[in-house]
């Protein structure tokens, strides 16, 4: 097996990939453009977005980068990281009572080759109170997930309702395909 970059500083996808039990190094080069084209299909952005990051790094001839990204689409709307309070309090109310996908994006990419790949989850959030949302917010701050939510946290405990896919892709990565992928590359 060839030595996994991990282009992630998030402490959700460290810790999947380490449940793995591969050994990883975290590399990341801050600043990469995470825009994508204006009429992209919503479910294509993610992989998008994961295309581009690995496109930033050198990929030594030993290895093997994971790059990745998360969105939560709810309707016709692409819901990423919120800019602040009132921004997540929005999109929370919007999830309310809802039902949205989860789309991450990976691509797993070597001096040679690249494998990117997209896992979509749908999750059914009760409706939530105004009291509820307030408190998730100034409690667990999310603004670091896609959709103002980690379904891991207090906010997944008391308000998701229905999972259909991937726990862990809500999570941030789809760790059973990236093993899926990862041994075919062996």
């Keep these: 097996m060839k030595k996994i970059i991990l282009a992630s500083n998030s402490p959700r996808r460290k810790e999947l990939l380490a449940g793995l039990g591969y050994e990883f190094e975290v590399k990341v080069i801050p600043g ?19 295309r581009e990051k ?10 093997v980068l994971l790059t990745a990204d998360t969105v939560v689409v709810l309707g016709q709307e692409v819901l990423g990281k919120p800019t602040d309070a009132a921004d997540a309090s929005r999109m929370l109310h919007e999830l309310s009572g809802q039902t949205h996908h989860v789309i991450t994006g990976v691509c797993l990419t070597t001096a040679d080759n690249q494998r990117c790949f997209s896992v979509t989850t749908e999750v059914t959030f009760k409706s939530l109170t105004d009291e509820e949302i307030d408190y998730y917010i100034s409690h667990y701050q999310p603004f ?8 891991q946290e ?33």
Excluded: C, H
């Design 32 to 50: 990469i453009d995470e825009s994508y084209p204006e009429g992209l299909p919503m479910e294509e952005i993610p992989q998008y977005i994961s």
């Design 54 to 63: 690995a496109a930033a790094y050198k990929v030594g001839a030993d290895e």
């Design 144 to 151: 670091d997930k896609a959709g103002a939510y980690g379904i």
């Design 154 to 186: 207090w906010i997944g405990y008391i308000g998701v309702t229905g999972i259909r896919g991937s726990y862990f892709n809500v999570m941030g990565l789809p760790v059973q395909r990236i093993y899926q992928e990862l041994q075919g590359m062996a």
